[in-house]
Nanobody, 124 residues
């Protein structure tokens, strides 16, 4: 599985951005797709995740009500719609794919494939 993230940029606080993660390679219909982020000097943290096949999505408390993960099967793309952005959302955002989740969705160790990061900068 190859993942290509895009859509990052500079936005003012309160603004919105939509990140995209284009997936290609072997069949990944049973995979779990996730978004993580890493701010300077901080550890990588889980943002949101969902099964490619659909069903319940999960998100971190820090982004609940502001960020939404979704996917477009026809385009093999997973999205992260971000609204009401805050300066503390500034980070490098990564998309990731897991063959299966054996423990918790928010552990980066569960994810087998990673895209390159896309930088989101929120100015105050």
């Amino acid at each position: 599985v190859q993942l290509q993230a895009s859509g990052g940029g500079l936005v003012q606080a309160g603004g919105s951005l939509r990140l995209s993660c284009a997936a290609s390679g072997r069949a990944f219909s049973n995979y779990v797709m996730g978004w993580f982020r890493q701010a300077p000097g901080k550890e990588r943290e889980f943002v949101a995740g969902m099964r490619w096949s659909g069903g319940r999505a999960y998100s971190a408390d820090s982004v609940k009500g502001r960020f939404t993960i979704s996917r477009d099967n026809a385009k093999n793309t997973v999205y992260l719609q971000m609204s009401s952005l805050k300066p503390e959302d500034t980070a490098l955002y990564y998309c990731a794919a897991a063959r299966s989740i054996t423990s918790t969705w928010d552990s980066s160790r569960e994810y087998d494939f990673w895209g390159q990061g896309t930088l989101v900068t929120v100015s105050s």
